[in-house]
């Protein structure tokens, strides 16, 4: 107990003045010193334990939409790097979405919906597990991935790009689908929302989006060490803070023009895209996770499990 007191001494100043940036006049964070220190400061406890010197620990974070995987890597980050005095690199599956031209070329040669970035299929694997073999490569030198805005739907241009410039001791890799795992074929057949009803009638695009997470995805998510889990009551409760996301993003970046900022039916419509996967997370998640981080109704941080 004296050692979580000690680091929420030192890192206290750091963490609340990262919150304050997430924050609008609207949406406060609430029970701030409890979410670091009884639960936030515990897990960055129990990633250091997994540390080992040979490679850097991969750490993969997931949660459905608007669960706040954002804002607690980025939290666990501080931690780490702060208090452990650690080399703490964190990134974002969303990172590695594939440029726009690319999604068009595959809406024509596979299903229109793929044109809509989220599900497995629209990321470059290739490029991930390039990122998470040189990361481990003894003669690690630099290394520039891939930074993703949303706010335009496309890759950044090559200069904005992350550069690492040294091996780093822990990688966070957030995203909503991390460790997500593949459907049988029988649970396919039934649409779950009408998203599915009406543009996937042949099951082409989900049949797609889960042979990718049965093969290339596995093989991407068996690279992780260990994978914390951000469970959301249900999927209700994620639209909702979905829909609270993207209107701070309207705040945040309201006197800039040419931004693909949604509206409330286009985010509903998104997350339909989500769904499918996201709700057999709640159940298979529960069993692959090392942490399972309950989300309670308010948004914030009910208890953790620790599995593993």
Known sequence: ?????????????????????????????????KM??????????????KISKKKPLIIGLAGGQGSGKTTISSILTLILKKYFKLNVFKVSIDDFYK??????SLSKNKHPLLITRGVPGTHDVDLMLNFFKKIKDKNFKSLKIPTFNK?????CQKSLWYKIKTKPDVVIFEGWCVGATAQSGSQLKKPI?????????????????????KNKYKTLFNQLDGLLYLKAKNFNLLREWRLKQERK??????????????????????MQTYQRITQQMFKDAIKSSSVIINLNSNHQIEKIKFKK
């Open 193 to 213: 929302n009408s998203l599915e009803k009406v543009y996937d009638q042949g099951i082409k695009w989900r049949a797609y989006v889960n042979n990718q997470l």
């Open 249 to 270: 993003l309207w705040v945040q970046t309201k006197n800039k023009k040419n931004l693909k900022i949604m509206s409330s039916g286009d985010v509903i419509n998104f």
């Open 151 to 155: 706010a335009i739907d496309d890759r």
């Open 36 to 49: 670091i220190k009884s639960f936030l400061i515990p897990v960055s406890f129990w990633i250091v334990k």
């Open 99 to 104: 440029t726009r031209k690319d999604r068009k």
């Open 1 to 33: 107990m004296q050692a979580v007191n000690d680091c929420f001494k030192k890192v206290k100043k750091d963490c609340f003045k990262f919150i304050s940036s997430q924050e609008t006049k609207k949406d406060k964070f609430k029970n701030k010193d």
